[in-house]
Nanobody, 124 residues
């Protein structure tokens, strides 16, 4: 079984910074892409940023000048550095691992996984 554990959320003032981390664990052989999504109250979950195994990144237009996504493939961990945070960034931030290849006995399996989410609140 694969688990994604997020950390780094919290309360920050407008203009502040946060760094989110998400570590994947389990019988993981490889992970294709990792990313961050967010869901604000009353809104649908939306993409924040993604990064492939090779390091290709993709950002939502609303955040691309303020956030940086990175990953450490040796640790199956993805990071999201967020700067100049705004009240509208307030949301639960979810980590997603896409195309996770796992090995169990003689079988290989590929699937996607979500973390439980971490709250980010931007308020003065």
């Amino acid at each position: 079984q694969v688990q994604l554990v997020e950390s780094g959320g919290g309360l920050v003032q407008p203009g502040g910074s946060l760094r989110l981390s998400c570590a994947a664990s389990g019988n993981i052989v490889s992970i294709n892409a990792m990313g961050w999504y967010r869901q604000a109250p009353g809104k649908e979950r939306e993409l924040v940023a993604t990064i492939t195994h090779g390091g290709k990144t993709n950002y939502a237009d609303s955040v691309k000048d303020r956030v940086t996504i990175s990953r450490d493939n040796t640790k199956n961990t993805v990071y999201l550095q967020m700067n100049n945070l705004k009240p509208e960034d307030t949301a639960v931030y979810y980590c997603k691992a896409t195309g996770v290849l796992t090995r169990a006995a003689s079988h290989l399996n590929i699937d996607d996984y979500w973390g439980q989410g971490t709250q980010v609140t931007v308020s003065s």
